[in-house]
Nanobody, 114 residues
């Protein structure tokens, strides 16, 4: 059974940093591209970042480029999202997802406010 468990969310002031983790199991993690997506209150899913299976190629939404960094540790079956210079607009539930499969975890809430 595929399991994706996100962690690391919470409350942070604007300008702060958070690091999200996603523990994967039930599939060959190292063979799949992975993404982070988010859903802000009252809005649809937004793709935030993507990483290839080996971790060598990454992509970012314009809204987070230069502030967020996606990475993975295939030995630990774990995906990460380092979020710096957080803005109130980054407030959302963040999900990791298998790409292009689309299956995702339960999400972790990130709230950015002063």
């Amino acid at each position: 059974e595929v399991q994706l468990v996100e962690s690391g969310g919470g409350w942070m002031q604007p300008g702060g940093s958070l690091r999200l983790s996603c523990a994967a199991s039930g599939f060959l993690f190292s063979s799949y591209e992975m993404t982070w997506v988010r859903q802000a209150p009252g809005k649809g899913l937004e793709s935030v970042s993507i990483i290839d299976s080996g971790g060598g190629r990454t992509g970012y939404a314009n809204s987070v480029k230069g502030r967020f960094t996606i990475s993975r540790d295939n030995a630990k079956n774990t995906l990460y999202l380092q979020m710096n210079s957080l803005k109130t607009g980054d407030t959302a539930v963040y999900y990791c997802a298998i790409h292009p499969d689309g299956r995702r975890g339960q999400g972790t809430q990130v709230t950015v406010s002063s």
